[in-house]
């Protein structure tokens, strides 16, 4: 028999390394061409390898959390007689699938994204590891969420037996499942390593609130007429369509006011010390996900209409959370826009999504009595928290824009005019 080293691939745009965040095998097992051999993540995406041969693995360089450079050994395979082996220098596209774009970390003001340890490579009980064997013939068959929580527990889901059909694995396997658990001081306590989606987003918040300067700037909106047009609107519309949230109708309003305020939508080259102000808004939505945060981006949203922005929303962030979003989908927004919904409480102070120079964050709206033309009514009130990159966007600016953006909310028919320019 031969042994066949298998390098980590190249994953293009300038990778130099990748961390491991979980092996799906272990020296001994025996895998097919095209398995689930490891998850690896780079500053750009995740991406599922598979196994570029079949045959017996050897040995697997690093544990989870240990990154790898490009081009050094990953995992070596003992080939089957008459198994030819792959070719040294096979390109990403040849060693692995398309990638599953990390997160650009979305900046909402109380998120704390989560993706957490993978499971862990200690060698199992003889008893254990006949089903895990076994399991490792196909890979693991269960759902984002519950791949999450058995990282989070420690579980290894290949010794899990799946109880769901063909074997999958559902959330009640692997609440009678054994999680790995670190004693300290004979108190009961779970270490969880810093890796993955949560690494990569834990340092680029650190980053952006130690580089980026920011301005913060809350300003109450009374969203009565806005409330008003959406029910409306949602009436209109089959049921089967999808309900009209707010933020389509704020990404629309935004669109209108960049147009006034171009210095906001801008991306700052630090490298370069130079702003890059885009004609086209490209917006990111901040989306909760079972991995974390994500910020999918509604393109050119300056082209599309009302039903279009919603539609898209609601597209990216069904994709966002079933972990399928591409690279593309991801990257690329200009400016963000982050809601909390109905947890949006009074005020906020949102992260800006570097390289970006703005954010603009949704609040609750709640009906309170409030002077309205000089009499006490019970109005609609939403507060918009928004953050600035104070070295590039001056505090009037920021202010005046929000303002701007507040008077289109509370005239939602101005929302589909768009600005009229001097001569």
């Given at each position: 028999?031969?042994?066949?080293?298998?390098?980590?691939?190249?994953?293009?745009?300038?990778?130099?390394?990748?961390?491991?965040?979980?092996?799906?095998?272990?020296?001994?097992?025996?895998?097919?061409?095209?398995?689930?051999?490891?998850?690896?993540?780079?500053?750009?995406?995740?991406?599922?390898?598979?196994?570029?041969?079949?045959?017996?693995?050897?040995?697997?360089?690093?544990?989870?959390?240990?990154?790898?450079?490009?081009?050094?050994?990953?995992?070596?395979?003992?080939?089957?007689?008459?198994?030819?082996?792959?070719?040294?220098?096979?390109?990403?596209?040849?060693?692995?699938?398309?990638?599953?774009?990390?997160?650009?970390?979305?900046?909402?003001?109380?998120?704390?994204?989560?993706?957490?340890?993978?499971?862990?490579?200690?060698?199992?009980?003889?008893?254990?590891?006949?089903?895990?064997?076994?399991?490792?013939?196909?890979?693991?068959?269960?759902?984002?969420?519950?791949?999450?929580?058995?990282?989070?527990?420690?579980?290894?889901?290949?010794?899990?037996?799946?109880?769901?059909?063909?074997?999958?694995?559902?959330?009640?396997?692997?609440?009678?499942?054994?999680?790995?658990?670190?004693?300290?001081?004979?108190?009961?306590?779970?270490?969880?390593?810093?890796?993955?989606?949560?690494?990569?987003?834990?340092?680029?918040?650190?980053?952006?609130?130690?580089?980026?300067?920011?301005?913060?700037?809350?300003?109450?909106?009374?969203?009565?007429?806005?409330?008003?047009?959406?029910?409306?609107?949602?009436?209109?519309?089959?049921?089967?369509?999808?309900?009209?949230?707010?933020?389509?109708?704020?990404?629309?309003?935004?669109?209108?006011?960049?147009?006034?305020?171009?210095?906001?939508?801008?991306?700052?080259?630090?490298?370069?010390?130079?702003?890059?102000?885009h004609r086209a808004v490209h917006v990111g939505i901040a989306t909760q996900t079972p991995d974390g945060l994500k910020v999918p981006v509604v393109r050119n949203a300056q082209a599309l209409g009302l039903w279009e922005v919603a539609a898209e929303i609601r597209r990216l962030a069904e994709r966002a959370r079933a972990n399928k979003a591409t690279r593309e989908e991801l990257v690329g927004s200009t400016i963000t826009v982050t809601s909390l919904g109905k947890?949006?409480?009074?005020?906020?102070?949102?992260?800006?999504?570097?390289?970006?120079?703005?954010?603009?964050?949704?609040?609750?709206?709640?009906?309170?009595?409030?002077?309205?033309?000089?009499?006490?009514?019970?109005?609609?009130?939403?507060?918009?928290?928004?953050?600035?990159?104070?070295?590039?966007?001056?505090?009037?600016?920021?202010?005046?824009?929000?303002?701007?953006?507040?008077?289109?909310?509370?005239?939602?028919?101005?929302?589909?005019?768009?600005?009229?320019?001097?001569?």
């Amino acid at each position: 028999m031969s042994q066949f080293t298998f390098k980590m691939p190249d994953l293009g745009e300038g990778t130099v390394d990748a961390e491991i965040v979980a092996w799906h095998t272990k020296p001994g097992d025996v895998v097919s061409e095209d398995q689930l051999i490891v998850e690896v993540m780079t500053d750009k995406a995740a991406v599922e390898v598979p196994a570029p041969v079949s045959g017996r693995v050897v040995s697997v360089t690093g544990a989870p959390g240990d990154k790898i450079a490009v081009g050094s050994p990953l995992i070596v395979f003992e080939l089957t007689d008459g198994a030819a082996a792959a070719p040294a220098a096979a390109t990403p596209a040849a060693t692995v699938p398309a990638a599953k774009p990390a997160a650009t970390p979305a900046p909402a003001a109380t998120a704390t994204p989560a993706k957490t340890t993978a499971p862990s490579m200690a060698s199992m009980p003889a008893a254990a590891a006949a089903p895990a064997t076994a399991a490792r013939q196909g890979r693991v068959m269960t759902s984002p969420a519950n791949r999450r929580r058995a990282r989070e527990a420690g579980i290894d889901l290949t010794t899990v037996a799946g109880s769901g059909p063909g074997g999958r694995i559902v959330r009640a396997d692997l609440q009678t499942a054994a999680p790995r658990q670190a004693v300290a001081h004979a108190a009961d306590t779970t270490e969880i390593k810093v890796i993955g989606l949560r690494r990569l987003i834990a340092e680029r918040m650190s980053e952006a609130k130690r580089n980026i300067p920011h301005f913060a700037y809350v300003e109450e909106v009374d969203v009565t007429e806005l409330e008003s047009l959406r029910m409306h609107l949602n009436h209109s519309r089959a049921k089967d369509a999808g309900s009209l949230s707010y933020l389509p109708l704020v990404v629309m309003a935004l669109t209108r006011v960049l147009e006034s305020f171009p210095q906001c939508n801008v991306l700052y080259d630090a490298a370069r010390g130079v702003l890059i102000r885009h004609r086209a808004v490209h917006v990111g939505i901040a989306t909760q996900t079972p991995d974390g945060l994500k910020v999918p981006v509604v393109r050119n949203a300056q082209a599309l209409g009302l039903w279009e922005v919603a539609a898209e929303i609601r597209r990216l962030a069904e994709r966002a959370r079933a972990n399928k979003a591409t690279r593309e989908e991801l990257v690329g927004s200009t400016i963000t826009v982050t809601s909390l919904g109905k947890l949006g409480g009074i005020a906020s102070t949102p992260i800006i999504n570097a390289p970006e120079v703005a954010i603009i964050g949704l609040n609750k709206a709640v009906e309170r009595p409030v002077v309205h033309q000089g009499t006490v009514a019970v109005r609609r009130i939403m507060n918009l928290s928004s953050s600035f990159d104070h070295r590039f966007v001056d505090g009037y600016d920021a202010a005046a824009m929000i303002q701007a953006l507040k008077e289109r909310l509370e005239h939602p028919a101005t929302i589909f005019i768009p600005t009229v320019k001097s001569p």
